[in-house]
Nanobody
Framework: QVQLVESGGGLVEAGGSLRLSCVAS????????MGWYRQAPGKQRELVAR???????LYTDSVKGRFTISRDNAKVTVYLQMNSLKPEDTAVYYC?????????WGQGTQVTVSS
């Protein structure tokens, strides 16, 4: 069964922090590189962070130094710690394989950063 379940979003003031979680089915998680994507209103979905099975990470420039991606392979869970949030981080956040995601997407989790 294919499953991606994101959680942890919410409303936060600029400068605040949130920690997102994504539980994936083992068939997706496996030894694959996993990533966090986001889609802001009127914009295309973008990959913001990814992590290999062994823990190597890569970030898009706009979140470097503020976001940290991690994974717990035993729990088939990937996390995104987001610090120093900015209003431009407002989006629906999704997890999926990276950098080539599946056609299937979870429901995402809304992150709203107020100025």
């Amino acid at each position: 069964q294919v499953q991606l379940v994101e959680s942890g979003g919410g409303l936060v003031e600029a400068g605040g922090s949130l920690r997102l979680s994504c539980v994936a089915s083992r068939s997706i998680f496996s030894i694959n590189t996993m990533g966090w994507y986001r889609q802001a209103p009127g914009k295309q979905r973008e990959l913001v962070a990814r992590i290999t099975y062994s823990g190597n990470t890569l970030y898009t420039d706009s979140v470097k130094g503020r976001f940290t991606i991690s994974r717990d392979n035993a729990k088939v869970t990937v996390y995104l710690q987001m610090n120093s949030l900015k209003p431009e981080d407002t989006a629906v956040y999704y997890c999926n394989k990276a950098p080539w995601p599946l056609d299937y997407w979870g429901q995402g989790t809304q992150v709203t950063v107020s100025s």
